[in-house]
């Protein structure tokens, strides 16, 4: 509000006269920060640090002697062992490549059989009320089951061939793949629903461009978490009379208490494993780049 600022004299024009006087004009306030939601922003500077202090550490504390080697071998000692590996130089005389590539076959092979079995049976659970009864009480059956309880009961169906180790794997995958795309249907809200109804839209419609589109989040959660899974079936898996592959190389070798070989077994495994869910990771980015927004 402006005020008024009197000075004695005579008439309106006269040099005493009021003279309104507008305030002084306060100052702009700052920009106001973008909102960035808890926990946002980019975490590889500290990620890389974090690897290499777990690397010194792990260098300082077996040349310290903190460790005895037969617990947990120097660094050295198991890049000395990946190049024995890579040349077939170990127990079994099979080069890593060749075990890599048959846990590969296996673990992906299972995999992909999961993904497209478990989706649409998610999706159906979480769209039909039959679909739901017929499919969920033996997933939430065997889901909490480990491995090794069942393990036996395939070997008499299937035998020691390739075919229990892949369903042993296939099983481990498939329950988390369907719960997750049954959990992803319920993120369709009723607003998009209702109004994909008004459109004129037929159920088939329904769930291909409003209901698969926003459980897309969540399978591919669980396309993650099942790929983990995956991964630590594998060392159960090939215990099945299996000549070849990482986890029977990890088993193998410490049956001779070669520790190196089992840590650098270990390594290849989280390294491949660590690889794929950042390709989910990076796929993810790029098919729903509205999440969390």
């Known amino acids: 509000m402006s005020q008024i600022l009197v000075i004695p004299?005579?008439?309106?024009?006269?040099?005493g006269a009021a003279v309104p006087v507008e305030p002084a004009t306060p100052p702009l306030p700052r920009a106001v920060a973008p909102f960035r939601l808890p926990g946002s922003g980019p975490s590889r500077a500290i990620s890389a640090a974090t690897?290499?202090?777990?690397v010194a550490l792990w260098w300082l504390a077996t040349h310290r002697g903190w460790v005895p080697p037969l617990f947990l071998p120097a660094p050295e000692a198991v890049l000395r062992a990946f190049g024995d590996a890579?040349?077939?130089?170990?127990?079994?005389?099979e080069p890593l490549w060749k075990h890599l590539q048959w846990s590969a076959i296996r673990v992906f092979g299972a995999f992909?059989?999961?993904?497209?079995t478990a989706v649409p049976v998610g999706i159906a659970m979480g769209v039909s009320r039959v679909a739901r009864g017929v499919f969920d009480p033996p997933i939430e059956f065997y889901r909490p089951l480990p491995p090794l309880a069942?393990?036996?009961l395939i070997v008499i169906w299937l035998g020691i061939d390739e075919a229990s180790k892949i369903l042993l794997i296939y099983l481990a995958?498939?329950?988390?793949?369907?719960?997750a795309a049954k959990a992803g249907v319920r993120s369709a809200s009723v607003e998009q629903i209702?109004?994909?109804?008004?459109?004129g839209a037929s159920r088939w419609q329904l769930v291909r461009h409003v209901i698969v589109p926003a459980a897309l989040p969540e399978i591919l959660v669980g396309l993650r978490i099942a790929i983990g899974f995956g991964w630590t079936t594998l060392v159960v898996a090939e215990m099945v009379a299996a000549t070849v592959g990482l986890g029977q190389m990890?088993?193998?070798?410490s049956n001779f208490l070669r520790t190196d070989v089992v840590v650098m077994g270990i390594l290849a495994i989280g390294l491949v494993a660590w690889g794929f869910d950042w390709w989910m990771r990076w796929l993810e980015q790029h098919l729903v780049p509205w999440k969390g927004r």
Request: net charge positive; aromatic share 6%.
């Open 9 to 15: 004299g005579r008439g309106r024009d006269a040099p």
């Open 173 to 179: 995958c498939f329950a988390p793949i369907a719960l």
């Open 194 to 199: 209702n109004a994909a109804l008004s459109l």
């Open 51 to 54: 690897v290499a202090a777990l």
């Open 150 to 152: 069942y393990l036996p």
């Open 250 to 253: 990890v088993l193998n070798a």
């Open 112 to 116: 992909a059989l999961a993904v497209v």
């Open 86 to 93: 890579w040349r077939g130089n170990i127990q079994g005389g």
